[in-house]
T-cell receptor, first 109, second 112 residues
Framework: QKEVEQNSGPLSVPEGAIASLNCTYS??????FFWYRQYSGKSPELIMF????GDKEDGRFTAQLNKASQYVSLLIRDSQPSDSATYLC?????????FGTGTRLQVFP | EAQVTQNPRYLITVTGKKLTVTCSQN?????MSWYRQDPGLGLRQIYY???????DKGDVPEGYKVSRKEKRNFPLILESPSPNQTSLYFC???????????FGQGTRLTVV
């Protein structure tokens, strides 16, 4: 079992819809969770981080964390074509940041 | 401007020729790390450093060396590059190991 798992996609959604991206992790001791967006050939850029169970909202983005079920998700409301990118889930364990392989999101007009 | 700067951005080299990829951050971050990114494998950590003079192996350290003599710099050294080290490399830094990581622009390395 991979330490951090994501569906590779592509996830295709129409413009204006809600995109839902999911991530599961194996280390129950994980403390902090991050979502990064990466455009092709570019470096990852941080979208959100979440440390506590529940929801955290920032503009069009909402991160959800459920430690009991060991999953973290990212919702993107009112999706735009500019949101088309690969979204990386990252989980901080005792001493390192482990990345999933990413979910490719395609938002079509 | 707060940033992580890597150089060079692109590098083509031959097998066995030693090379160094530099990484510098101006945010006074304690934690720095190197990743390589390969299709289907995602980002994998090569080495990390909790602070000056403290470095440790990540998941894929073979064939790489690092040093952390100053807080701002964390160079990645390939003593004898091989074609399987052809990859996209990212340097990242964070204030502490538990906080969010900021990435450099990336270095695309090709070893022929």
């Amino acid at each position: 079992q991979k330490e951090v798992e994501q569906n590779s996609g592509p996830l295709s959604v129409p413009e204006g819809a809600i995109a839902s991206l999911n991530c599961t992790y194996s280390d129950r001791g994980s403390q902090s969770f991050f979502w990064y967006r990466q455009y092709s050939g570019k470096s990852p850029e941080l979208i959100m981080f979440i440390y506590s169970n529940g929801d955290k909202e920032d503009g069009r983005f909402t991160a959800q964390l459920n430690k009991a079920s060991q999953y973290v998700s990212l919702l993107i409301r009112d999706s735009q074509p500019s949101d088309s990118a690969t979204y990386l889930c990252a989980v901080r364990t005792a001493d390192k940041l482990i990345f999933g392989t990413g979910t490719r999101l395609q938002v079509f007009p | 401007e707060a940033q992580v700067t890597q150089n060079p951005r692109y590098l083509i080299t031959v097998t066995g020729k030693k090379l160094t990829v530099t990484c510098s951050q101006n945010m006074n971050h304690e934690y720095m790390s190197w990743y390589r990114q390969d299709p289907g494998l995602g980002l994998r950590q090569i080495y990390y450093s909790m602070n000056v003079e403290v470095t440790d192996k990540g998941d894929v350290p073979e064939g790489y060396k690092v040093s952390r003599k100053e807080k701002r710099n964390f160079p990645l050294i390939l003593e004898s590059p091989s074609p399987n080290q052809t990859s996209l490399y990212f340097c990242a830094s964070s204030l502490f190991y538990s906080t969010e990581a900021f990435f450099g622009q990336g270095t695309r390395l090709t070893v022929v």
